[in-house]
């Protein structure tokens, strides 16, 4: 028979609260085990211990709120003279802050379904790409994942950047007709953000980037911000 990893625990909290517990010496030391604020180490806090068994604890949002990071570039549709969708699709992440963010958890999601691994990060003021073929961009100065499988639908669709507790921390519901430029699609250039005030959602924070296959990595070629 297999006993549950926190055994111990439950058997630690009967102890405590039992007859144990008259005979506990009262102690003032560094209290980093009071969790529920009572001011006392005690059988309440082995509870909030229970209640968050086996969650993680990098899902926290920081005390100033998640980093915000945008999506710039969608290259959903490259040109046939470029290659397959399949090997040249790519989406970029930029980061316009001072500090580097380590992407551990983070996820892009509805479109294409992507979580970021374990040592994965982007530097301040950098850019990243996210790939459907990581070995298309690789090798040229600038982090690259690889999105696994699905793709960039050629009509346009929703792509979310979340942080790692799920929170929407940028999306955009990018098409290919209406106001929003029809160049990049199948064209040659990516779809380029223009400036990141605003709402992303807006066509006219997006142009068609005046190189074929956009500038993956790097700034926008009519970046205006
Ligand atoms: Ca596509
Ligand atoms: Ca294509
Ligand atoms: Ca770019």
Same mark, same amino acid.
């Given at each position: 028979?297999?006993?549950?990893?926190?055994?111990?625990?439950?058997?630690?909290?009967?102890?405590?609260?039992?007859?144990?517990?008259?005979?506990?010496?009262?102690?003032?030391?560094?209290?980093?085990?009071?969790?529920?604020?009572?001011?006392?180490?005690?059988?309440?806090?082995?509870?909030?211990?229970?209640?968050?068994?086996?969650?993680?604890?990098?899902?926290?949002?920081?005390?100033?709120?998640?980093?915000?990071?945008?999506?710039?570039?969608?290259?959903?549709?490259?040109?046939?003279?470029?290659?397959?969708?399949?090997?040249?699709?790519?989406?970029?992440?930029?980061?316009?802050?001072?500090?580097?963010?380590?992407?551990?958890?983070?996820?892009?999601?509805?479109?294409?379904?992507?979580?970021?691994?374990? &040592?994965?990060? =982007? +530097?301040?003021?950098?850019?990243?790409?996210?790939?459907?073929?990581? $070995?298309? #961009? /690789?090798?040229? !100065?600038?982090?690259?994942?690889?999105?696994?499988?699905?793709?960039?639908?050629?009509? &346009?669709?929703? =792509? +979310?950047?979340?942080?790692?507790?799920?929170?929407?921390?940028?999306? $955009?519901? #990018? /098409?290919?007709? !209406?106001?929003?430029?029809?160049?990049?699609?199948?064209?040659?250039?990516?779809?380029?953000?223009?400036?990141?005030?605003?709402?992303?959602?807006?066509?006219?924070?997006?142009?068609?980037?005046?190189?074929?296959?956009?500038?993956?990595?790097?700034?926008?070629?009519?970046?205006?911000?």
């Amino acid at each position: 028979m297999r006993f549950p990893s926190f055994l111990p625990l439950i058997i630690a909290c009967c102890l405590l609260s039992g007859p144990l517990a008259a005979q506990w010496p009262t102690l003032r030391v560094g209290c980093s085990a009071e969790l529920d604020g009572d001011g006392v180490v005690g059988m309440s806090d082995l509870l909030v211990v229970l209640a968050q068994f086996g969650t993680t604890c990098d899902s926290e949002p920081p005390e100033d709120g998640w980093p915000q990071l945008h999506i710039t570039e969608l290259h959903y549709n490259p040109a046939s003279a470029q290659g397959n969708d399949s090997e040249y699709e790519f989406l970029e992440v930029y980061n316009p802050g001072a500090n580097a963010v380590d992407l551990q958890g983070w996820s892009l999601t509805e479109g294409i379904s992507f979580t970021f691994p374990q &040592g994965a990060s =982007i +530097a301040g003021g950098a850019y990243l790409v996210v790939a459907a073929m990581d $070995v298309t #961009y /690789s090798g040229l !100065g600038y982090p690259v994942y690889d999105w696994g499988s699905g793709g960039l639908h050629n009509s &346009g669709e929703l =792509i +979310a950047l979340r942080s790692p507790d799920g929170t929407v921390v940028e999306s $955009v519901n #990018y /098409s290919d007709n !209406g106001d929003w430029d029809s160049a990049p699609d199948g064209q040659g250039p990516s779809l380029e953000r223009l400036f990141l005030s605003g709402d992303p959602h807006d066509a006219a924070q997006w142009s068609a980037s005046i190189n074929t296959g956009g500038t993956p990595g790097a700034i926008n070629s009519l970046w205006v911000d």
